[in-house]
């Protein structure tokens, strides 16, 4: 069982950043793909951005040149860097473990392939 845990959600003003962190245990977790989804309410959870363990990243088209994900093996740690936010980027952002046998990166739109999660953290963007 892999324990995931997110921080850093708050309010920011549109066009402002913030900087997610995510832990998730295991001493493997340099194996692990790592993602970020975000869910609003009444609507399904929506990939945001990926990390393959061996190295590689994926973003959903709303975000590409705004959110970095990133990751620190050491730290057990992946990061998302969220620059340049609107208002419709508000939700409860998730983190999400995918330990080996891990996922083919085809399969990483779909929550539901994911196993293991975070309990989300209120992303807010408004003035």
């Known amino acids: 069982q892999v324990q995931v845990r997110e921080s850093g959600g708050g309010l920011v003003e549109p066009g402002g950043s913030l900087r997610l962190s995510c832990t998730a245990s295991g001493s493997t977790f340099r194996r692990y793909n790592m993602g970020w989804f975000r869910q609003i309410p009444g609507k399904d959870r929506e990939f945001v951005a990926g990390s393959k363990w061996s190295g590689g990243t994926a973003y959903a088209d709303s975000v590409k040149g705004r959110f970095t994900i990133s990751r620190d093996n050491a730290k057990n740690t992946v990061y998302l860097q969220m620059n340049m936010l609107k208002t419709e980027d508000t939700a409860v952002y998730y983190c999400?473990?995918?330990?080996?046998?891990?996922?083919?990166?085809?399969?990483?739109?779909?929550?539901?392939?994911?196993?293991?999660w975070g309990q989300g953290t209120q992303v807010t963007v408004s003035s």
């Open positions: 999400s473990a995918d330990p080996p046998p891990v996922l083919i990166q085809s399969s990483w739109y779909d929550s539901d392939r994911w196993d293991y």
